[in-house]
């Protein structure tokens, strides 16, 4: 069965500063990774994903996503946070062999402050 | 273009009560799937389709029907409301051509059950 953790319910960060949101994944075969961000009374939107090729992957609003294969991580960066990057970011992820489901993580949230 | 619509936003139900959450999408995906939300718990799929006709459960099905008679419907049928569903209710939609299609979310229904 695939799984994924976020081990930090909340990250604090201070604007300017870079930020990291964690993730790590079980799958047994190739994974797709994803990254959403949701936002209050909304629904999540996508982010970003991994499918195949460099490692470091680039999405919306600035934020990229390193995978690492040994460590089956997939961490969510931004080099310098803003107050508006608050909220709820969930990471995911699909087995290769699987077409359909999704599995998603507990989700952390970013607090940006000034 | 409206993507994915979820009616109705907030529900109240007495327990025992049915009710039917509404989804819509107008984008030709084939994909749909029920997700709910709980605190600490992330999002977890309850039931999914891949195509008008078909349907199959995820990891929280009881308690929950589903049908799709056509591609840009896929309603969740609460049959004897509990407590214990009371949750948010997340509709998602992609393309099935591969897995690495991005889920297209809508805004959530928000449901207490007394």
């Known amino acids: 069965a695939q799984s994924v953790a976020q081990p930090e319910d909340q990250v604090n960060v201070a604007e300017g500063n870079p930020l990291t949101v964690k993730c790590t994944y079980s799958v047994s075969g190739n994974p797709y990774l994803f990254w959403y961000v949701q936002y209050p009374n909304r629904g999540l939107q996508f982010l970003l994903k991994?499918?195949?090729?460099?490692?470091l992957v680039k999405g919306s609003y600035g934020f990229e996503a390193e995978f690492n294969k040994s460590q089956t991580s997939f961490h969510l960066k931004k080099p310098s946070a803003l107050v508006s990057d608050s909220a709820l970011y969930f990471c995911a992820v699909r087995d290769s062999g699987t077409a359909s489901k999704l599995t998603f993580g507990t989700g952390t949230r970013l607090q940006v402050t000034l | 273009n409206a993507g994915v619509t979820q009616t109705p936003k907030f529900q109240v139900l007495k327990t025992g009560q049915s009710m039917t959450l509404q989804c819509a999408q107008d984008m030709n995906h084939e994909y749909m799937s029920w997700y709910r939300q709980d605190p600490g718990m992330g999002l977890r799929l309850i039931h999914y389709?891949?195509?008008?006709?078909?349907?199959d459960q995820g990891e929280v099905p009881n308690g929950y029907n589903v049908s799709r008679s056509t591609t840009e419907d896929f309603p969740l049928r609460l049959l004897s409301a509990a407590p214990s569903q009371t949750s948010v209710y997340f509709c998602?939609?992609?393309?099935?051509?591969?897995?690495?299609?991005?889920?297209?979310f809508g805004n959530g229904t928000r449901l207490t059950v007394t």
């Open positions: 998602a939609s992609s393309y099935v051509g591969g897995p690495d299609s991005p889920l297209h």
């Open positions: 991994y499918i195949t090729g460099d490692n």
């Open positions: 389709s891949v195509g008008a006709g078909i349907t």
